[in-house]
């Protein structure tokens, strides 16, 4: 039986004391190549619109303008993409971005992807995060071990991966709402998707993993 796949990234930095939240946003039925079309349709016709002739820096939420990020949503909609969030609250501190750190956020969102599908064999793809060998291999270990995985996630680099991507705009989206500016238009843009969404305090979700990690 083929395993379900999901793909994670994030929005908001544990380390950067300015972020008063983190949002990690899953994808439940994405498909490659369809995200490859929208990701590339939504590139050309943003280069053709602002006139840029150079290579542009990765696309992302944050750094994509309001006509781009609402058709990348848009596309995401119309594709049927359904998605998960974890919104986590940071209570306006500084969090050390350790392996350990890292693996309690993408854990935590793993386990709802867990819940939706009723099971525990999922194929995961996650931003490659650690420019550091040693600390994606802990990062992994800690997920493998703490979640009784049988797969290993794999990490995929999110400048050219498309499915990331999507994630990233995902996650942007409601980082946008419950972030600095209370923007709440893109994630009522998207909401017909979201398939589930869990609130939890920085605080509540070391306490519910720091025995298993």
Do not use: C
């Not at 942007?172 to 009522?188: D, I, Q």
């Amino acid at each position: 039986m083929k395993r379900p796949l999901i793909v994670l990234d994030e929005s908001g930095s544990l380390a950067n004391l300015t972020d008063p939240i983190i949002t990690v946003a899953w994808l439940a039925n994405a498909d490659a190549r369809s995200a490859k079309i929208i990701v590339s349709r939504a590139v050309r016709d943003s280069n053709r619109r602002q006139r840029k002739t150079k290579s542009r820096g990765e696309f992302k939420f944050r750094n994509a303008d309001d006509y781009d990020r609402r058709s990348i949503l848009e596309a995401l909609i119309d594709a049927k993409v359904r998605f998960g969030i974890l919104i986590v609250d940071k209570a306006k501190q500084a969090i050390e971005d350790t392996p350990e750190n890292y693996a309690v956020v993408i854990a935590e969102t793993i386990v709802m992807a867990q819940d939706y599908y009723r099971s525990a064999n999922l194929e995961i793809i996650v931003d490659g995060h650690f420019s550091s060998h040693a600390d994606r291999q802990r990062f992994l270990a800690l997920l493998v071990d703490g979640l009784d995985l049988e797969v290993q996630p794999q990490f995929a680099d999110s400048k050219v991966t498309p499915l990331v991507q999507l994630a990233d705009f995902v996650a942007g989206a409601f980082y946008s709402k419950f972030g600095v500016r209370r923007n709440a238009e893109y994630v009522e843009q998207i909401e017909s998707q979201l398939i589930a969404e869990t609130r939890i305090t920085w605080r509540e979700l070391k306490a519910k993993w720091i025995q298993r990690f």
